[in-house]
């Protein structure tokens, strides 16, 4: 399984990016999709998650009402649309899949394949 990101860059406070991540394999549509993030000196948090159907989403308190995590499994894709950001977003952003059988959405070790990470950064 390999995860690709891309979208991430430069944008000023207020602006808009949107996050895409590209899974290799079948079996995409079986498994939960997280986004985490990393800014530097901390530890890896999560972000946003959505469920294999796309009908359950997860979000953290800190970008809900701003992010919106969305998927297209016919295209093996997952997207973080994020609008009105702020410089505390800046980071790196990955995107996971879940392990089999897990039922943690927040946790990181309840993600088993991991993306190599794009960098966002916002400028106040």
């Known amino acids: 399984v390999q995860l690709v990101e891309s979208g991430g860059g430069l944008v000023q406070a207020g602006g808009s990016l949107r996050l895409s991540c590209a899974a290799s394999?079948?079996?995409?549509?079986?498994?939960?999709m997280g986004w985490f993030r990393q800014a530097p000196g901390k530890e890896r948090e999560f972000v946003a998650a959505i469920s294999w159907s796309g009908g359950s989403t997860y979000y953290a308190d800190s970008v809900k009402g701003r992010f919106t995590i969305s998927r297209d499994n016919a295209k093996n894709t997952v997207w973080l649309q994020m609008y009105s950001l702020k410089p505390e977003d800046t980071a790196v952003y990955y995107c996971?899949?879940?392990?089999?059988?897990?039922?943690?959405?927040?946790?990181?070790?309840?993600?088993?394949?991991w993306g190599q990470g794009t960098q966002v950064t916002v400028s106040s």
């Open positions: 394999g079948r079996t995409f549509s079986n498994y939960l």
């Open positions: 996971a899949r879940r392990f089999a059988g897990s039922y943690g959405v927040r946790e990181r070790t309840s993600y088993e394949y």
